[in-house]
């Protein structure tokens, strides 16, 4: 029986992350990179990610990495601050398991705890049958297609827009994150969730 284990991301986490994500730059369209970055430039995003109170997961299997996810700011205005977007990847092996799933609950329920309220999903390739289904069954909504905005394996791309809600939404003004978390728990319980 595999062992998994979803967990923050550590430094000795980065050279496998580093080899997932490059798999994905050099034959997938999940992304629009088309050079795998370096490791020291993995740490670089990482540390970034980090330093903003974000979370960055690992999913490891068996005590191998297997795929990580993150959540960024949409945009570094401070409006945006609530909101973010998600990046979930995952080793070719590693598909069709639920692995995924496990990992990007694990990243929302995090963000959730920190009081984001907006998750964002920028989907590359309209084709992207496994990501779109993933958002969709963790309850991300369509919100719109930007059409042939990248050009990857000589061809246009299109990205796919998602989007889910978390904790109250839009339906109160944002708190501190502790706060944010007791409303939410205070709410499911009242809903008698």
């Known amino acids: 029986m595999k062992t998994i284990l979803i967990r923050p991301s550590r430094d000795a986490d980065l050279p496998a992350i580093a080899q997932v994500y490059g798999h994905h730059v050099l ?3 999940g992304t629009f990179e088309t050079t795998p970055p370096s490791v020291e ?19 490891e ?3 191998q990495v297997q795929g990580f996810a993150y959540g960024n700011w949409f945009k570094p205005r401070p409006a945006y601050r609530y909101s973010v977007e998600d990046s979930i990847y995952l ?3 590693a598909t069709g398991r639920g692995l995924g799933r496990a990992l990007l609950a694990e990243l929302l329920a995090q963000l959730q705890g920190r009081g984001i309220r907006k998750v964002m999903a920028v989907i590359g390739d309209s084709a992207n049958a496994a990501s779109i289904g993933l958002h969709t069954a963790l309850g991300f909504e369509r919100v719109g297609v930007v059409r042939a905005c990248g050009w990857k394996f000589d061809r246009w791309l299109d990205i796919v827009l ?6 109250w ?4 003004p944002p708190q501190d994150s502790a706060d944010e978390a007791a409303a ?3 709410a499911a319980a009242a809903a008698g969730r």
Do not use: C, F, N, Y
């Open 27 to 29: 034959h997938g369209t």
């Open 41 to 59: 430039e993995m740490a670089a995003r990482r540390a970034d990610v980090l330093a903003k109170g974000l979370p960055w997961l690992v999913a």
């Open 61 to 63: 299997v068996d005590g």
């Open 91 to 93: 080793a070719p092996q």
């Open 162 to 167: 998602m989007e889910r809600s978390l904790g």
């Open 169 to 172: 939404g839009d339906r109160m």
């Open 184 to 186: 939410t728990a205070l």
